[in-house]
């Protein structure tokens, strides 16, 4: 049997992460993997319950009060991860510790080692893979600006910064997290993305897809 693995898709909003990460997640299962999908916050009903807090854009939070409650959203769905993995199947989610670097330790300005710390400290798994999704910052706005969560509606000059970190991310995450991310081109189809999600997924585990 192959060995349950934990695979994180992240990126700016408008990505493409949630429909490629279920995309994912179906393939897999096509191929005879017994594979659950998450979207982090969320998965559990504490992580829901927070998650609602976290993107009601009418409830102010400072970027400390949201590392505390996406970090403790992310702890309970952690638990539901395991559980996947000890029953042996793999788990596709959607965002990780690589968002919470990207909006609230740099772009919120707390810095990486606060976000890791608090994610090691609660022994929060990492993932075997992470793909970080690559896309013009002005096709993610148009896909998601106003939308009506927290970051959705901030403007194109702020999601092309944010991008910017997303793009540095897999260098810091394996130096620091010991992890393999990927950077994937999320520009194009829906056909033509997935198509390099899974080119990267085979390099990484041959033969699982």
């Known amino acids: 049997m192959t060995q349950p693995l934990f695979i994180v898709l992240d990126g700016i909003d ?7 990460g279920k995309r994912l997640k179906a ?6 993997h017994e594979t659950a999908y998450f979207e982090d916050p969320g998965g ?3 992580a829901t ?3 609602e807090i976290l993107f009601d854009k009418d409830c102010p939070l400072s970027p400390k009060e949201q590392l505390l409650l996406y970090t403790a959203a992310r702890n309970s769905l952690a638990t539901a991860i395991k559980d996947r ?5 793999h788990v596709v989610c959607s965002r990780w510790l690589s968002s919470t670097l990207a909006y609230q330790g740099f772009m919120g300005g707390l810095g990486a080692d606060l976000c890791r710390s608090l994610h090691h400290q609660l022994r929060i798994p990492d993932p075997d893979l992470y793909l970080l999704m690559d896309v013009d910052p002005a096709v993610g706005h148009a896909r998601k600006h106003g939308a009506g969560e927290r970051f959705e509606s901030k403007d194109l000059g702020w999601k092309t910064r944010l991008n910017y970190e997303f793009g540095t991310m897999a260098e810091i995450l394996e130096l620091h997290s010991g992890v393999v991310a990927e950077v994937v081109n999320a520009n194009g189809t829906e056909d ?3 198509d390099r999600i899974l080119t990267k997924a ?3 585990f041959p033969g699982l897809v």
Request: charge should be positive; proline fraction near 3%.
């Open 14 to 20: 408008g990505c493409g992460k949630t429909t490629q």
């Open 27 to 32: 393939h897999l299962g096509l191929a005879g």
């Open 44 to 46: 559990t009903p504490a």
């Open 49 to 51: 319950r927070i998650r």
């Open 85 to 89: 993995l000890n029953k042996g199947q």
């Open 192 to 194: 033509e993305v997935f």
């Open 202 to 204: 085979r390099v990484v």
